[in-house]
């Protein structure tokens, strides 16, 4: 039985490529289907946290 604390290793021949999918414009797409610019684009993003404060009031 593994415990949470157990790390899962695996070898590069048992990995697989996880798709990618983002919702731009109001359609889900996967990146793989995007030209590499808008790839790039997609990888240079910044994420951030949003609150419910609005500074100035």
């Not at 290793?9 to 414009?25: A, G, Q, S």
């Not at 996967?30 to 790039?40: E, F, I, M, R, T």
């Amino acid at each position: 039985m593994q415990t949470h604390n157990d790390a899962i290793e695996l070898n590069d021949e048992e990995r697989t490529r996880c798709e990618v999918w983002t919702r731009v414009m109001g359609y889900h797409r996967p990146l793989s289907a995007w030209n590499p610019g808008k790839q790039s684009e997609h990888a240079e993003r910044r994420y951030f946290i949003a609150t419910d404060k609005v500074s100035g009031s």
